[in-house]
């Protein structure tokens, strides 16, 4: 699928506010000619999409699709300078905090018309914290017209090595019983052993939406209005999760995380446990040389309630795009088709969009994860939407992480960094709400 990074990554595309698509037209029907799709993505992605193209090719004969893979890195770069030449793909993707500025400033096409009007898809079997990503009203996110149809939706679950728990004697947490942060720690003492390059951390960095929505924080207020980073739940979520290398030295430090990330880290067996999302799966099948599974996210000792984030990645389609019906079957076709849908799951780079076939092929798959089943729990029951996806633009979350790292490295305890950083969040925050002119 793609690394959260890469989605944030095009947050500061999102606030373009240009004019121009894909070369004019009021839209063609079917025919004989090329649309053109943009994305990013692994290795594996960039196959499973090639074999996508390939059935969507032969279900629509003589539509032709070029497919443009892009560094996840330099997406925003290559997909602004395609807006700005109004010459924007005909179907790319879209992540949910570009919806509001793409909306508003006419880059993409309001896909709801199609969406009622056509059989493939069924509202009653489509994962609705799926769809609702992508919908708008002018005013709220998450209501009113479709503006992109769910690449997928990605539950960021807590996976762990299995052969290390066992080594460890530690057995992780059944399904419904999460770990508290204190027994989280506990394990992760016992997992941590050795050093230098035979180093093994219990952990690798924590999920920090995890630790403050499970603590009863967030970064915004329930009408996304005001920052709220200074609430004392807040600040014991932040410092926690820095605490975790900081004093419990189980998790890799930053420097270490620079030489190393813990994503291969955790492939090379020397992490105990790490947030992945479904889009992960693949490659650990290919690379994991040893047994693994998910298991449910531990809470806060404070309010025992489970968090975690969801997210996803769209299709859209370009507002002008010169072949709009091809370029919407597409879309359609890439996030509700079965046979689309069951490659997709079949090479490991998503649950299906699709509920009865989540849970059905996917939960009788014999490939790892064991426990499916909290991939499917987080997207139906303790998984939220990332707060920064509810903004016109995440300007203001993007200063938030821009020195995190001094409180993760200890140059700065969470009160000292959060009573900084607040007001400029407020700012942006302010100014992004004046530019949606709600």
Not at 99 to 124: C, H, Q, R, T
Not at 271 to 293: H, L, N
């Amino acid at each position: 699928m793609r690394t959260r990074t890469a989605a944030v990554a095009l947050i500061a595309a999102a606030t373009l506010v240009l004019a121009g698509c894909s070369g004019g037209g009021s839209g063609g029907q079917p025919g004989d000619h090329k649309i053109t799709f943009m994305g990013w993505g692994s290795p594996q992605e960039v196959s499973v999409f090639k074999d996508l193209i390939k059935q969507y090719e032969k279900k629509y004969p003589g539509v032709k699709v070029d497919y443009i893979s892009v560094p996840a890195a330099d997406f925003p770069t290559k997909l602004q300078t395609m807006i700005a030449s109004k010459k924007v793909p005909d179907v790319f993707y879209l992540t949910p905090e570009n919806v509001m500025p793409y909306a508003k400033s006419g880059i993409i096409a309001d896909l709801s018309d199609y969406v009622s009007d056509n059989e493939i898809f069924d509202e009653k079997n489509v994962w609705p914290n799926a769809i609702n990503m992508y919908r708008y009203d002018g005013t709220d996110p998450g209501k009113g017209s479709i503006y992109g149809l769910p690449k997928d939706i990605g539950p960021f679950a807590l996976a762990y090595n299995k052969d290390l728990f066992s080594k460890a004697g530690v057995t992780p947490p059944a399904a419904g019983t999460p770990w508290t942060w204190d027994e989280f720690v506990a394990a992760a003492k016992k997992l941590t052993s050795g050093s230098g390059n035979d180093k093994v951390y219990g952990s690798a960095p924590y999920s920090l939406e995890s630790a403050v929505w499970s603590n009863g924080a967030d970064w915004l207020n329930a009408d996304h209005t005001k920052v709220t980073v200074t609430d004392q739940k807040f600040i014991e979520a932040l410092q926690w999760v820095a605490d975790l290398g900081l004093k419990e030295g189980v998790v890799p430090s930053s420097e270490e995380e620079s030489s190393l990330g813990s994503f291969q880290r955790f492939l090379d067996g020397k992490i105990g446990m790490m947030g992945i999302g479904p889009w992960s799966q693949g490659q650990f099948w290919d690379e994991a040389k040893f047994d693994w599974d998910i298991m449910p996210w531990p809470v806060s000792p404070t309010t025992h309630t489970q968090a975690t984030w969801y997210g996803g990645i769209g299709f859209a389609v370009g507002k002008n795009s010169k072949n709009l019906k091809d370029a919407e079957n597409l879309a359609a076709f890439l996030a509700f088709n079965e046979d689309a849908q069951k490659t997709n799951m079949e090479k490991g780079q998503a649950i299906p969009n699709l509920i009865d076939m989540a849970k059905g092929d996917y939960l009788k798959m014999d490939k790892a994860p064991a426990n499916k089943e909290e991939f499917l729990r987080i997207v139906e029951d303790y998984g939220r939407r990332a707060t920064q996806t509810y903004t016109y633009n995440s300007e203001w979350f993007t200063l938030f992480n821009t020195d995190v790292a001094s409180v993760m490295l200890g140059e700065k305890s969470a009160a000292d960094y959060v009573k900084q950083v607040q007001p400029e969040m407020q700012e942006l925050l302010d100014k992004g709400i004046a530019e949606q002119g709600k």
